[in-house]
């Protein structure tokens, strides 16, 4: 048979109907307790003094003591000998425990040690003394004033379909909890990137009607980088976001629910309340009753902690303390970290954005909204650009070189400056050879007569064009061939100077290719 710890009361209460003149039967049955127990603490009792038909007062603490004392003078704590045996192998009982040694396997063990207790002895002395099979000990944590905590947590609840791809698809609820009146808000969404997240803080400030001063979130991409348990690394993305609405972030450390312990017992009773024998049409059904639920239902509960209603809690205590409620929708940006390819761009969102060229190969930082795109290199801002749409692209001219800007660019009026700049007749012959309905079209040839003041110089390119102009002929080709023969200087329509003539190795007078008219003989 099991042993037994006879309580002081239950000791109290056999001496207590022993002094009535009940008899020891039915002292047992009454209280529980053995015949044999009972008429132990019965002798016991006699032999401090106390004898049948005793008034009740006489029955005192001193008294129990002596009777109790007499009954187990060995077990004073009520501990047996196997307790005191089990204690003596205190240090090698922690040593097998640590190990990972099942206590059936340490019972066999000790029995090899010579050391032969009950099990349900060594299961306690190991529970009681060691720690074994108990959880660590916990405390509550004091609720924070009112408005300041609110935590964040997504929650797996179940399949919903999607209508654009024909499915069901896995939903979660992304859950907010607030931590002094337990007032819920949940977001179902099929995503948990950092887009979901936001639009789900967003949908929760307008349903609390304001901001709270921080947020408990568990340790999410898209608002941990690094975690960390003094010093996480908050994503730039998420941490903008806190400052545009105004709260803090203290996240919760890794494995580590007892830090967001109010919204971790939200998980389950969404799950089971709201969404756990349901048919949704899809994530925005879902999303459309998950609000009313949140207000008529989980709201109105009576908390099984607080035994108050949540909702009423919160607009008495909360509301007034919040933060004002975000008066424009957030304007979520896109980062990236972006090369700067060959050709002086980077890609952003499959747009095109120039850089200047010293950064070409390098690494840039990239923050683009729905208006601007920011370019950073090394904490320094380098290059801000409009927003433009997929496929387009945004190019400064000031990033590109200067010999190429104005033909990656197709600037025609900086081409004419250009030329213009080196003389007035090659201005106007520039102009000249720019003249049609595709102007960019006929930008080589500039190029070709700029090539040709680079070569001969801008005097010498000057008449030529001039000469060409008078006679209104328009091909570059001519002016090359005109600098390349010196003919620049030459009136129009005169001979070329002898100098200038080349003298053929084989050439012939003219005369000898003249032909004499041959006499008919009859004639004579």
Known sequence: MAYREVSMVSVREILRLWVRGHPVREIGRLTGTDRK???RYVEAARGAGLSQGSFEAAITDE???????????ARTFGRGA?????????????????AGLRLTKVHELLARRGIAVPYRTLHRYCATELGYGRRRATVPIADCEPGSELQIDFG????????????RR??????????????????????????????????AWAHFGGVFAVLIPDNLKAIVSEADAVQPKLSDAFTEYAQSRGFEIDPARIGTPTDKARVERSVSYVRDSFFAGETFADVADAQARAAVWCSERAGLRVHGTTQRRPREVFEA??????????????????????????????????ALYSVPGALIGRVVEVRADS??????????????????????????AADLPSEKSIYALRDIDRLRSTAAAHGEAIGVYAARLLDGPLPWTRMRRVYRLLGLVRRFGAAR?????????????VDVTRIARMLDHALETSAPGAARPESNVVQLRFARDPSEFRSRQRQDPHDD
């Open 63 to 73: 008294l129990l003591g002596c009777v109790v004392e007499a009954v187990r003078p």
């Open 82 to 98: 196997a307790w005191g045996r089990l204690e003596g192998e205190r240090n090698w009982l922690e040593k097998q425990i640590e």
């Open 156 to 167: 797996r609840l179940g399949l919903v379909p999607d209508p654009p791809s024909g499915k």
């Open 371 to 396: 208006r601007l795109v920011r370019i950073s290199y090394q904490g320094r801002l380098v290059k801000v650009h409009p927003r433009v749409p997929r496929g387009r692209w945004s190019t400064d």
């Open 317 to 350: 205590e909360e509301r007034p303390r919040l933060l004002p409620a975000p008066a424009e929708p957030y304007d979520l940006p896109l980062y990236a970290s972006c090369k700067v390819h060959r050709d002086h761009h980077i890609q952003v969102a499959y």
């Open 461 to 473: 390119v000057e008449t030529a064009c001039a000469q060409a102009l008078a006679l209104d002929v």
């Open 37 to 39: 127990t009972v008429t």
């Open 170 to 203: 896995v939903c979660h609820a992304l859950i907010f909890t607030a931590v002094y009146s337990r007032h819920l808000f949940v977001y179902p969404t099929h995503s948990q990137g950092l887009e979901a997240l936001i639009e789900g803080c967003e949908r």
